[in-house]
């Protein structure tokens, strides 16, 4: 099956640092890719829609200049998180959509545990 | 906004027997999935399901969907302590693949 892997699966930081998290599809090809926090015990929250080779789409709240997304090729997307806060602390998950898969399945990454302190 | 909501219940249910969990949502669908979750992991796809399909079936999976009623039902059979886990709903609306996921039910089976 797809595979999709996230780096690093875990990362602490200091407050105003900034921290890179990196989603790569490793056997696909992907045009989309989406970004996803996840509070303890929550669901899901979808923060932006990651577009290959043009700006990323944010959903309603989340500040674009803070989680910084560039989708440079067909197999990865970055999320970078700027000056971050300790309210920033969450699971932050990826996941993309085979772009020749002619199917509306979607592959998650294992996600990311960030940790501001 | 989410659209999936989960009935907000958490299982607790002895190894073998059945567990059903529900999902509702509020406005039209392409499709509805299933999602599973192990604490602190990344999300399993389990099943998709077409607004146009009523009822699919994989493995040990049962998943129904009521559009007039904007439901959803995911049934595990003969459960196994492996299948302790959060179980997700997420519904694609616009046909453009993003998911709105529900709250979430936490499975427990016990050995």
């Known amino acids: 099956g797809a595979v999709v892997s996230q780096h690093p699966s875990r990362v602490i930081c200091k407050s105003g640092t900034s921290v890179k998290i990196e989603c790569r599809s490793l056997?696909?090809?992907?045009?989309?890719m989406f970004w996803y926090r996840q509070f303890p015990k929550q669901s899901l929250m979808l923060m932006a829609t990651?577009?290959?080779?043009?700006?990323?789409?944010?959903e309603q709240g989340v500040e674009k200049d803070k989680f910084l997304i560039n989708h440079a090729s067909l197999t990865l997307s970055t999320l970078t998180v700027t000056s971050a806060h300790p309210e920033d602390s969450s699971f932050y998950i990826c996941?993309?959509?085979?772009?020749?898969?002619?199917?509306?399945?979607?592959?998650f990454g294992p996600g990311t545990r960030l940790t501001v302190t | 906004s989410q659209q999936g909501e989960e009935d907000p219940q958490a299982l607790s249910i002895q190894e073998g027997e059945n567990a059903t969990m529900n999902c509702s949502y509020k406005?039209?669908?392409?499709?509805l999935q299933w999602y599973r979750q192990n604490s602190g992991r990344g999300l399993v796809h389990l099943i998709l399901?077409?607004?146009?399909?009523r009822e699919k079936h994989s493995g040990r999976l049962r998943v129904t969907l009521d559009t007039s009623k904007k439901s959803s039902s995911l049934l595990i059979t003969a459960s196994r302590a492996a299948d302790t886990a959060s179980y997700f709903c997420?519904?694609?609306?616009?046909?453009?693949?993003?998911?709105?996921f529900g709250k979430g039910n936490q499975v427990v089976v016990i050995p």
């Open positions: 996941s993309a959509r085979d772009s020749g898969g002619g199917t509306y399945e979607q592959y």
């Open positions: 056997d696909f090809q992907a045009t989309t």
């Open positions: 990651s577009n290959e080779g043009s700006k990323a789409t944010y």
């Open positions: 406005t039209s669908i392409n499709n």
């Open positions: 399901i077409r607004s146009n399909e």
């Open positions: 997420a519904t694609d609306a616009g046909g453009n693949n993003r998911l709105a």
